[in-house]
């Protein structure tokens, strides 16, 4: 399975530790928790960073990258009835509570999540503490540029 970041070129090197999200928490991981935010398309990889930024600061030091997760490791899936009825909205703890337990059990090295941005499309949580991450085949990044029309 193909997965997609996008982050500042700064950052490239350390994009599949679960650093940025360990220091920071998110919508599935605890402050202190590692975890690697990832898309199943560099499209929804767009659309989940667009949603965070600035209105009006067009960022010109992104890139992305590619992942290729191992082949016969599967990745577990998040079944709707297994989340709050309302999981899109800002109420992170159920959700943390998910994503920092599947960290600790280390039962796939790779979860999707439905996307808040796009609920229709899903997300790639890598857990960086999991044994087959060293089998991840990371691509070079590539310079990202957003449309200039998305920030009129």
Excluded at 59 to 84: C, M, N, Q, W
């Amino acid at each position: 399975m193909q997965i997609w970041r996008i982050c500042k070129a700064r950052f490239a090197d350390e994009a599949f530790s679960g650093l940025g999200a360990r220091r920071f928490g998110g919508r599935w991981n605890s402050p202190g928790v590692p975890m690697v935010y990832a898309s199943s398309s560099l499209a929804l990889a767009a659309i989940e960073l667009f949603v965070h930024l600035e209105p009006n600061l067009q960022p010109d030091d992104l890139v992305s990258i590619a992942a290729t997760l191992p082949e016969g490791e599967p990745a577990r899936r998040l079944r709707l009835d297994e989340l709050p009825s309302d999981w899109w909205t800002d109420d992170f703890e159920p959700l943390r509570a998910i994503g920092d337990g599947w960290i600790r059990e280390k039962s796939s090295l790779a979860l999707l999540a439905p996307s808040a941005a796009l609920r229709a499309e899903w997300n790639v949580l890598v857990n960086p503490l999991h044994p087959a991450i060293a089998e991840i085949e990371v691509e070079e990044p590539l310079p990202f540029h957003f449309d200039a029309r998305m920030f009129r």
